[in-house]
């Protein structure tokens, strides 16, 4: 099974937040063969820490995201499957967008965000 850190943990480890070490566990062993992102999660991440830390400290977390995993464009069908996730689970888009990206690439969720814990293959941060 692959893996997905979600927005939320990439946040938490380049910030340095209080989960910091529970996601250092995964994002230390990230590779571009087992660890999936979906371009979403490069804008959400960027924009946080753009508006938190600084243009500089954005553009590197992106770069080591962009470099240590396989990053991957939104489809037609997982946008459909997306858009379905959002119907039954009453997601936003940008979750939405990355639980459909997971199933996709059969890939496990590793977040803090509450939003996943009704899904199968997630692994909440608490």
């Known amino acids: 099974m692959n893996v997905l850190v979600d927005s939320y943990g990439w946040i938490e480890f ?11 566990a995964y994002i ?3 590779n571009v063969r087992e660890y999936v992102t979906p371009s979403i999660v490069i804008y959400e991440v960027y924009r946080k820490l753009k508006s938190s830390a600084g243009e500089e400290k954005a553009l590197e977390a992106c770069a080591y995201i962009m470099s240590h995993t396989n990053v991957v464009s939104l489809t037609e069908k997982v946008a459909l499957e997306a858009a379905d996730f959002s119907i039954s689970f009453g997601m936003a888009m940008a979750d939405s967008i990355i639980a459909a990206t997971a199933k996709a690439n059969n890939a496990k969720i590793i977040t803090g965000d509450e939003h996943f814990r009704k899904l199968e293959n997630v692994e909440l941060i608490k």
């Open 14 to 24: 380049f910030v340095l937040g209080t989960k910091h070490g529970k996601y250092a």
């Open 28 to 30: 230390e062993k990230a």
